[in-house]
């Protein structure tokens, strides 16, 4: 079981706008940054958003993270047929002696 | 050019011990935290512990503290995950990841290709 609790899965059709969210706790999302990560199946995940809201180098700004206390989101804007995949947000836990990183379950994005 | 680079696929018994490996190249190997993520047959990441390699400093996820260990060695810029009696349950790709900043437990920027550990009787 998660802790950070994202949606199974999301669907849009090409071109349009997704939102996936991210619910955490105020010892987990709401005391540290947020990450935000992207996994073709079969692949290593990739980081495409770090500290809430920045961008890798070479990550397009069709992609965009927020936060708001104890939830994020990842906004992807112009939907392609290349962005089908698994995401996955991630942060920092203090809740636990020395931290964590925890992951969401994971958002599988469809796009139509 | 940073890379991870980690041993390839293992197929073991229940109760047999196995270490896999990531060689780390294109940076300093003792300034950046290298974590390990588990991901089981169509299930999400779960992060298993850190170890900091210029002075081994290591941290466990309370999940899975005592079933498995984490070491490096600084001279071969190489990780290390092993098992002492694995489970059928450990059967998962694994993989390794190097934060984005030094000194920085999360934002995991560059990950290893993965190594596939299925066990099974």
């Known amino acids: 079981q998660s802790v950070l609790t994202q949606p199974p899965s999301v669907s849009a059709a090409p071109g349009q706008k997704v939102t996936i969210s991210c619910s955490g706790s105020?010892?987990?999302?709401?005391?540290?940054?947020v990450s935000w990560y992207q996994q073709v199946p079969g692949t290593a995940p990739r980081l495409l958003i770090y500290d809430d809201d920045q961008r890798p180098s070479g990550i397009p700004d069709r992609f965009s993270g927020s936060k708001s206390a104890t939830s994020a989101s990842l906004d992807i804007t112009g939907l392609q047929t290349g962005d089908e995949a698994d995401y996955y947000c991630g942060t920092w836990d203090s809740s636990v002696s020395f931290g964590r990183v925890i992951f969401g379950g994971g958002t599988k994005l469809t796009v139509l | 050019e940073v890379q991870l680079v980690q041993s390839g696929a293992e197929v073991k018994k229940p109760g047999e011990s196995l270490k896999i490996s990531c060689q780390a190249s294109g940076y300093t190997f003792t300034s950046y935290w290298i974590a390990w993520v588990r991901q089981r047959p169509g299930k999400g990441l779960e992060w298993l512990g850190i170890?900091?390699?210029?002075?081994?400093?290591?941290r466990y996820s309370p999940s899975f503290q005592g079933q498995i260990t984490i070491s490096a060695d600084k001279s071969i810029s190489t990780a290390y995950l092993q098992w002492s009696n694995l489970k059928a349950a450990d059967t998962a790709t694994y993989y390794c990841?190097?934060?984005?900043?030094?000194?920085?437990?999360?934002?995991?920027?560059?990950w290893g290709q993965g190594t596939l550990v299925t066990v099974s009787a």
């Open positions: 170890i900091y390699p210029r002075d081994s400093d290591t």
């Open positions: 990841a190097r934060p984005r900043q030094q000194l920085v437990r999360w934002a995991l920027d560059y």
């Open positions: 105020r010892s987990s999302v709401g005391n540290s940054f």
